[in-house]
């Protein structure tokens, strides 16, 4: 455990860190999932909803640094590359 009390601060941010970016990640899972039930579903049009909700969720989680940039447009890219194939 720490024991200076800069050490314990840094403790106690970190450990506040880990908890508001991990309920951050469940979140854009969430709107993930979402896209991804409506292209199992076979509907495009919500598919396509569903990602314009996402896409925004998503570059604001990456731009706080809780997702990297390259997985969040990994993310996006393969997400419209499916419901373009829905589309076909």
């Given at each position: 455990m720490a024991n200076s009390k800069q050490a314990r601060k840094r403790a106690r941010q970190a450990e506040n860190r880990r908890v508001l970016?991990?309920?951050q990640r469940s979140m854009?899972?969430?709107y993930i999932k979402r896209v991804i039930k409506a292209i199992n579903g076979g509907?495009?049009?919500?598919?396509?909803?569903?990602?314009?909700?996402a896409q925004p969720v998503i570059?604001?989680?990456?731009?706080?640094d809780v997702?990297?940039?390259k997985k969040a447009?990994?993310?996006k890219s393969r997400l419209n590359k499916r419901i373009k194939?829905?589309?076909?």
């Open positions: 970016k991990a309920s854009v899972r969430t509907d495009h049009a919500q598919a396509m909803a569903e990602f314009k909700v570059d604001r989680i990456a731009d706080k997702l990297s940039k447009a990994r993310l194939a829905l589309a076909a």
